[in-house]
């Protein structure tokens, strides 16, 4: 009888801890994501306690903002196309190629996806004003210096999603059909393109997304005469005070971005099934003339990542046209109505991006835990994907609805953190929590199951089993997930613009304000802290490459 019991009190015992693992980042993400955003709605749905669409169906035919919906539509659409068509022939060239410096390109190319959106503002804008290199263009405050600035923010994604894919392709079909006289193009388009088709779409719906939802480029390069629906919602809620019309463009916005991400998952799984019967192929050779149309689209998209950059730091190092530390040395001193030096916002960044690091990477372990397990019932199967997709969530709002949210509904006992300083953080948390699950996930699913299996023969407890079987295998994916959820941090603009108090202002809240400032003193100190914050962020990247060897997107 006791043999009988025992294995029941160990499953029963089994089942608890899995209940009460899971609902801690539950309840975590229904208090501080869930209740904000809903409340957000509420308020634009409802009047008086009655159901309202009287409002939100005004909103969404008035002129401005079917403008905003068809400018976010075009431009998004208009830069996947050519992030797409930039990053295919750069990635066959990174990937499939063996050259001097190709560390280096792909290094360089992962930069612009890591950077705040505000430095890659604050670059754009140096590079087209009249008096940047690119300033006779006449793109400074036109939609096009907003397209570009979308390509060189996204262009990564392409390159380092269909890349590793391209790695893996069998090289063997393309020689077969080049022996049986096919042409370069014919061997691409025929063979090469259709092995290609999932990760090109995964990547280009994830290109698509990160357009549609951008925030800071848009209103750095566009201010209020350029709005998508993104900025549309934070100059309803900020400036108009009209939540109602923000609560209908936010339902609008994440119907069409969970659409998009179901479509990402749809190609995400159709390539990993097909690695799965490709294998991994990792030959590569040196380039030769067929590669020539690739190695000049792989110049371009150095120069066009490499271009902003540079004048970012040339101009942040000059003061009336000539060379200059005074920018950089301004840096410890207040600015104009600024009540603390930049020196003082990076190190309260600094301080948030490791609180943000710890909330997110134990939670995301949590979450990664739970939905790696292996349920024997397809109600078990169906559940675990439910909940894995509950954490994605917040990627199809927008973080100005988040933050607001969490401003207008975390103002009363027990849970007043209007005045708290985890305030941001949690904030914070829930923007750069998909992504740390995004990484970590495939890392433990990629641990065998006999291994957890014989670790539990051997006596090992759950949380011992995790340690020494998973945990040890998939530390560097780990490690990644860390420095992910900081460099998020670092940059995250949207939700913090809300909750961030003046007298304690993270670095990009400083730079935009700087930035917005007609003081031609105000714009190169916000070059300067510019590079301060791309520099930390570029850094957190390297570390995290170096520690993991491949890309820290999880896309």
């Not at 309202?52 to 996947?80: G, H």
């Not at 060189?152 to 079909?173: C, E, L, M, Q």
């Not at 059909?177 to 090109?200: D, H, N, Q």
């Not at 372990?365 to 994907?385: E, F, K, Q, S």
Request: net charge positive; aromatic share 6%; with cysteine.
């Amino acid at each position: 009888m006791k043999r009988s019991l025992r294995p029941r009190s160990a499953r029963v015992r089994h089942v608890a801890l899995v209940v009460a693992a899971g609902a801690v980042p539950v309840v975590a993400l229904v208090v501080f994501f869930g209740v904000p955003v809903v409340a957000m709605l509420q308020r634009g749905f409802f009047a008086d306690g009655h159901l309202d669409l009287s409002a939100a169906t005004e909103t969404l035919t008035s002129p401005r903002v079917i403008k905003a919906i068809w400018f976010t539509a075009w431009t998004s659409a208009l830069a996947t196309a050519i992030a797409v068509t930039l990053g295919v022939p750069a990635a066959h060239l990174v990937y499939r190629r063996d050259f001097p410096g190709r560390t280096a390109l792909r290094a360089l190319v992962t930069v612009p996806f890591v950077l705040p959106t505000v430095v890659v503002g604050a670059a754009f804008r140096t590079l087209l004003a009249s008096s940047g290199p690119l300033g006779g263009l006449g793109l400074d405050g036109t939609p096009v210096a907003i397209v570009v600035a979308l390509v060189f923010f996204n262009i990564s994604v392409v390159v380092r999603t269909v890349g590793p894919w391209w790695a893996g392709v069998d090289p063997r079909r393309g020689e077969a059909a080049a022996a049986l006289g096919a042409s370069p193009v014919l061997v691409f388009r025929t063979v090469t393109l259709p092995a290609l088709r999932p990760a090109v779409l995964s990547s280009a719906s994830v290109v698509f997304l990160f357009c549609a939802t951008a925030f800071g480029v848009v209103l750095t390069l566009g201010g209020v005469r350029y709005t998508t629906v993104e900025t549309q919602i934070y100059l309803l809620t900020t400036q108009l005070l009209d939540l109602r019309a923000a609560a209908a463009l936010c339902v609008l916005q994440i119907v069409a971005v969970v659409a998009l991400l179901a479509l990402a998952g749809r190609t995400q799984s159709r390539r990993v099934a097909t690695v799965a019967r490709e294998g991994r192929s990792t030959t590569t050779r040196r380039p030769g003339r067929s590669d020539l149309p690739a190695v000049g689209v792989a110049v371009l998209v150095g120069v066009l990542v490499a271009l902003p950059l540079a004048e970012l730091v040339v101009r942040s190092l000059q003061v009336d046209g000539a060379w200059s530390l005074a920018n950089y040395r301004a840096l410890q001193h207040p600015q104009g109505d600024l009540l603390v030096p930049v020196t003082t916002a990076v190190s309260t960044s600094l301080h948030i991006a490791v609180d943000v690091m710890l909330l997110a990477l134990t939670l995301g372990l949590l979450v990664g835990v739970l939905v790696t397990r292996h349920p024997r019932t397809r109600v078990g199967r169906r559940a675990m994907g439910l909940f894995d997709g509950l954490f994605m969530l917040p990627l199809g709002v927008s973080a100005v609805t988040v933050g607001f949210g969490l401003l207008v509904t975390l103002d009363r006992p027990p849970l007043d953190l209007r005045a708290s300083p985890w305030l941001v953080p949690i904030a914070q948390t829930m923007v750069a929590l998909p992504l740390v699950v995004r990484v970590i996930v495939p890392a433990l699913r990629s641990v065998p199951q006999r291994q957890r299996e014989a670790a539990a023969t051997l006596g090992a407890g759950p949380l011992r089993a995790f340690v020494t079987v998973e945990l040890s295998a998939a530390w560097r994916s780990v490690m990644a997930a860390a420095g992910l959820a900081f460099a998020v941090s670092l940059g995250e603009f949207g939700a913090t613009s809300f909750l961030v108090r003046p007298d304690n202002p993270t670095l990009p809240v400083v730079i935009f304000s700087l930035l917005a400032r007609p003081e031609p003193g105000s714009f190169g100190v916000a070059l300067a802290a510019s590079v301060v914050l791309a520099a930390l962020t570029a850094a957190v990247a390297a570390a995290v490459e170096r520690v993991r060897g491949g890309w820290i997107g999880g896309f």
